[in-house]
């Protein structure tokens, strides 16, 4: 079995139906993730929703950002912080409700041509979005490997 770059589940923690069915097709392709308790936006108060973010820069990279996308960026948060606190130098995180393509955990090999390694640098601080959604891409777009099928495809949300 090859090394494979961690990899986070972000999940509500009431949504027990996505987490198994996640958990069952991450198996499949040889994936054993770590499930990040998820925070639901749509829960807080406007206050902390607002503590935790600036409307207007939002407004310009993003657009409207809802409650539930708050707290979706908020559990992105909380496994980059777990990651600086275990020392766990890169990771891949995924949110529960993703399609992966069959050939997905060949871009978490730790080595091999197809794999994210490959295109970044040991000391190259990166994060990389794989996503079939275009808003929020500042900083551009490249493809990473030559495939038929895409590695995430949209499958419906919240």
Partial sequence: MPNLIPCFVIN??????????MQTRLAKL??????????????????ALESHVNRIRAQQEYGSLSA???????SHIGIYQEMVQK???HAVILEDDVCLDENF???????G??????????????MVQ????TRGKRFGARILGQTKNKA???SGGM
């Fill in 130 to 133: 794989v996503t079939h959604i």
């Fill in 30 to 47: 040889g994936i054993t993730p770590t499930f990040f308790k998820a925070v639901d936006g749509r829960l807080m108060s406007p206050e």
């Fill in 87 to 89: 020392n766990i130098p």
């Fill in 113 to 126: 041509p197809g794999s994210l390694a490959a295109h970044f640098a040991p000391t190259q601080a990166a």
């Fill in 12 to 21: 509500l923690e009431k949504d027990t139906q996505r987490r198994s069915a």
């Fill in 152 to 154: 995430v495809q949209a």
């Fill in 105 to 111: 955990a060949t871009y978490l090999n730790t080595h």
């Fill in 68 to 74: 539930a996308e708050i707290g979706t960026s908020l």
